[in-house]
């Protein structure tokens, strides 16, 4: 029992008080209004959407609890979040979602409005760049295990110059160079 005059320990939280003065009010009716957002109201944070997903025990922030801050307009957190550029895209969130919020595009969504904002992590520029420049992500395989299967060095018809000029003058191309 604590005495008369004595201070209390606050109890842990498991996150920071939320400031109201940065709440963005507006950020739920933006995500609304985009053609995935619809049913985002209908969220009361059960978690299946955490519960399915495949990689959700490496991320800080769940799944669920960002949707939850998309609701109350946690706008800055969210769209500075690694989470929204991890997620796997493998829609087990909005396929398993009870109330049909179509999580895994509403993070497409936030991604798109981070990518506007400028908030889009190093890694995701570098490959994009490297998209751009090479025409593809990856190697299809290494010259010696090509050699080793007694396959030619370079993959026949393989040609990667359309996929290039392509990328070039789309929005990827444009962030790569530095624009929006």
């Not at 005495?3 to 939320?18: A, H, S, T």
């Not at 049909?100 to 890694?123: H, Q, W, Y």
């Not at 070039?168 to 160079?177: A, D, I």
Request: hydrophobic share 35%; proline share 5%.
């Amino acid at each position: 029992m604590t005495e008369i005059g004595e201070k209390k320990e606050l109890p842990d939280v498991f996150i920071d008080p939320i400031d109201m003065s940065e709440l963005d009010r507006g950020f739920r009716k933006e995500i609304q209004s985009m053609p995935n957002g619809e049913e985002l109201s209908a969220c009361f944070a059960c978690s299946t959407c955490t519960s399915a997903c495949p990689i959700a025990n490496i991320w800080e922030i769940k799944p669920h609890q960002l949707i939850r801050m998309i609701i109350l307009g946690i706008r800055e957190k969210v769209l500075s979040s690694k989470e929204i550029w991890l997620c796997l895209t493998c829609f087990e969130c909005q396929e398993r979602c009870p109330q049909g919020v179509r999580v895994t595009d509403i993070f497409f969504d936030c991604k798109n409005l981070a990518t506007e904002e400028g908030m889009i992590p190093a890694s995701i520029v570098a490959l994009g760049k490297e998209l751009i420049e090479k025409g593809q992500l990856y190697t299809v395989t290494a010259d010696w295990e090509r050699e080793d299967l007694d396959l030619e060095p370079d993959v026949p018809g393989l040609s990667t110059d359309a996929v290039k000029r392509v990328l070039g003058s789309t929005r990827t191309g444009r962030l790569v160079k530095g624009g929006r």
